[in-house]
Each structure stands twice: as C-alpha cells, then as structure tokens.
C-alpha cells in the first residue's frame, strides 16, 4: 500500500513516511494510492470479529508487512488499548425508540480521539525505536486531542510534544487533562485565540521545510493518515452491529450519525463507504457549520468568527479534512482538489463544481443543531432512558430524534465521541446530575503547568524559540 498527496504533487510513500510526515511536501494529505473494496464473503467474515480485531484486519490491509509483520502489529494494537477501560473497547448501547448509541469514549482520556491516538503512539514507538530517532510533535486542539496527544507519549525520551490550546474555550475537565501532565516531555500552551487560529502558527512552522527537517516535527492531529485509518473500524463494527443480517444480498443499509468539527472521522465514513461498507452518512455540526454549508450549496466558505458552543470540540471553521473528502468524491481529482484548496487558503471562500457539490450531496446527509437543541436532547435522551450523553453526543441524537419517524425503518447508530463527565457546565445546563468520577475528581486539586500565548504575540517566533532550546538541551545531554 503506498500514499499520495491529495495534491498530487509529492509521488508515492509508505506508510512510515505518511506517519511521520502529516503534510505532504506540496501542502496535501495523504490518501491511500488505491481503496481497497471488500467483497461479500470478506465482510461476512468480518462481521464476527471484535473490534480490536476490525482495527487488527484494517491496519493490516493498509501498512505493510514489509514495514511491521503481522504478528508484531497485532501486538502493538493489543498494547494500545490495554488501558481502556471498557472490555470491549467501544461499547454499543441500545435504548428506546432505535436509538443506538456507539460509545466510543472508554479510553483514558474519556474520548474518541484514544482510540486512534493509542495506536499512533505504539507505531510511533516502533519505528523510532528502531532508528534510534527522537521527533518533535505538534499539536492544536479544542478540546480532546490534545489530551489523548499526550497520553499517547508522555514520558517519552524520543519524543517532545508541544500542544496549543485554546485558553478558556475547552471544558475545565478537558485543559485539566493537560495542563495537570508534569512530564519533561510535555509542553502545553494557553493560547488566547480560538482553534482556527492557534492552527496557524503550527502550520507555518511545519511549511518551514529546513526547521521541520531539523527538528522532526510530526503531527498528531487529524491531518496525519494514521488518525483517519484507524477511525475507519468503529463503522465496520458499527454497521456489524446495528445491521440484522450480513447474509441478506444486498446487505441492509445502516445509517451512522457522524458529530462533525474538522471532519476527520467524517472522512474515516467516507473511506468505510468506498470500501463498500454499505453505510449512509450524515454529518452533523453546530453552529459552526461551514460543512453543512459545503455540502447543501457547496459554500466552502469561513464566517466571520468562530461561535462559542456547548459542543466546543466542534467549534472549528476550517475543517481541514474536508481536502480528503473533496478527492474522495472528485475521483481522486488532486488537481481540482489543489486549486481548490489553494483558493480557500487565500481567500477563505471556495464555491463548490456543481458536479462535486452534488455527489457530496448525495454520498452524505447534514444538518445543524443548535445549543437550545443540544439542552433539549440531553434532556429527551435522560427522561426516556436515564442516559446522560455529552453536548458533541447529543448534536448527533437530536438529528436521531428529528428523522426518526421520517425514517422509521432504516437502522442507524450515533457516534458518542466523548463522555459526559468531561462537560459538567452542559449538564449543569440541561438541569441534569452527573456522578463524577475520582479520576475525574483530582485533577481539581493537581499541580498544572502551561505557558500563556498572548494575542499580539509572535506565536511562531516563540515556539520556534521553545523547540531550539528543546534540541539544544537534548544535544548537550548526549555529548
């Protein structure tokens, strides 16, 4: 299996380069060079399996055995997720009315980010290991990656992560997670800007092809393939599942409801349909809703400002996943996706082909949800079933409950991606109680530690600063 550029203007890698490199050299992502499709027997086959032997059999058809044999993959996915806390990794639960709710949180972090950010961290090893490398990692988050980054390589001598966050628009539970980690290789930013904006400085950094070089720097956000790749098996074990037979030919169609920000699990979809999982999708956003907006008037295009929601993990405007999704429905189109792409970053507006817009329409359902929505949703799911969801969980539910009796005979499963108890403000919102865990709990009273990015400041100039230093110490430490 070798990677291509979205662009198509970086030639053909492996899997290690797509892992440690995140941006393509001409600005794209990486993509598969071809999607495999699966055929019938192979996804009856399939539909037995746990889900860690789904993202077991997906790893293995998209890295190489030549790269890591089989039998030392599977034992790295085994380490991953060996600190989760649910026996089965993701849960399914079943509740009133044909709402199924795949919980996707029982990692250590409380959100769906662990389960891909667990295996990077286990390739990441492996190879730097190997090489006896040391690399740099950036990270911009609005909530959850930030914390699952960290957990994924904290205490690592071969690895100094840097994470930006955005100061005062993530939960209280969410910077805890981060700022309480006191580890020599973990360095966490308050920065006074929103999620859009604290993706500037980094992409600038990672466009500085000599200090890129020198420094190793790497990406552990979603624009890094092995995030997407492994995202892909929670739809297989979401469609095995919810689907009531995989013996019927044609398999039955299951609709799965994707809480969308920057559309990296989106994508993940959009890859487990092209294989031929016969899944449908819908994205669902906030009030932040430039992907709603691509894909019923194919308006690619930034609004004035980011809008503080109950859902803030999902409050982004420039959801950089959308380049994979535009090749994915383009028919691999890298140069229509490079200008558009090109005149969405110069002018933060982009007018979809018509051909485009309307295959997109057609491959993927959306729909808005406001935060009064998201309040009365908690609420509805709480009265009916005594189940308290988090605000992202509860933006794909209220889509749940407004198309329910206009569907009432499709099957459909909601992505839960993260866990209640990190959004204790929404649920003190909704009027509803939360139990919070010890866990939980200590992070009040934990020792934090972080620097303030000030707006004004030279973003880039001080991290650039702070990565130096990083390397120098690492240097003098060796000699």
């Not at 955005?166 to 209280?172: A, D, R, T, V, W």
């Not at 044609?250 to 409801?257: A, D, F, G, K, S």
Request: charged residues 25%; aromatic residues 10%.
């Amino acid at each position: 299996m070798k990677y291509i550029s979205s662009r198509g203007g970086a030639g053909s890698f492996d899997f290690e380069h797509a892992l440690f490199s995140g941006y393509a050299v001409d600005g794209g992502l990486f993509m598969p060079e071809k999607i495999p499709v699966l055929d019938h027997p192979r996804l009856r086959t399939w539909s037995t399996f746990s889900y860690l032997e789904l993202v077991k059999e997906l790893c293995s058809v998209f890295i190489s055995p030549e790269l890591i044999p089989k039998a030392e993959l599977n034992d790295l996915i085994d380490r991953a997720f060996i600190r989760f806390r649910h026996k089965d990794v993701v849960h399914l639960s079943r509740l009133k009315n044909g709402l199924n709710i795949l919980e996707l949180w029982h990692g250590a972090t409380y959100a769906f980010k662990d389960l891909s950010l667990s295996c990077m961290g286990q390739f990441l090893q492996y190879f730097l290991k190997k090489k006896k490398k040391h690399v740099t990692i950036l990270v911009g988050t609005s909530g959850d990656t930030g914390s699952s980054a960290i957990e994924s390589v904290r205490g690592e001598k071969n690895v100094d992560i840097f994470v930006l966050l955005p100061y005062g628009l993530c939960s209280q539970v969410q910077e805890r997670q981060m700022t309480t980690v006191i580890e020599k290789n973990v360095h966490v930013f308050l920065t006074e800007g929103n999620s859009d904006e604290i993706d500037e400085p980094i992409k600038e950094l990672f466009a500085d092809e000599d200090f890129s070089r020198k420094h190793n720097l790497i990406s552990l956000n979603s624009i890094n393939w092995c995030r997407v790749l492994v995202q892909i098996a929670h739809y297989f074990y979401a469609y095995f599942q919810c689907a009531p037979t995989v013996e019927a030919v044609p398999l039955p169609t299951v609709e799965i409801v994707v809480p969308t920000g920057g559309a990296g699990n989106l994508t993940a979809g959009c890859i487990a349909q092209k294989m031929g999982l016969p899944i449908e999708l819908a994205a669902v956003v906030n009030d932040n809703d430039i992907v709603h907006r691509t894909i019923q008037q194919g308006d690619f295009s930034v609004s004035r400002s980011v809008k503080k929601t109950l859902a803030s993990a999902m409050d982004i405007q420039v959801p950089y996943n959308m380049e994979r999704i535009f090749w994915l429905f383009s028919g691999s189109d890298s140069n229509l996706v490079k200008s558009l792409m090109e005149e969405f970053y110069t002018t933060k507006k982009v007018k979809l082909p018509s051909e485009l817009q309307n295959k997109l329409f057609e491959g993927v359902r959306s729909c808005k949800i406001s935060d009064e929505e998201i309040i009365q949703t908690m609420k509805h799911c709480w009265e009916d079933n005594h189940y308290l969801l988090c605000p992202h969980t509860a933006v794909a539910v209220s889509y749940h409950y407004k198309y329910a009796s206009c569907r009432p005979n499709i099957w459909r499963c909601c992505l839960a991606p993260a866990s209640p108890i990190k959004f204790e403000d929404a649920i003190c919102k909704a009027n509803l109680s939360l139990e919070v865990s010890a866990e939980i709990s200590k992070l009040k009273d934990m020792e934090t530690r972080s620097c303030t990015l000030k707006r004004g400041e030279d973003w880039v100039k001080i991290l650039r600063r702070r990565i130096e230093e990083g390397t120098k110490q690492r240097y003098s430490n060796q000699s």
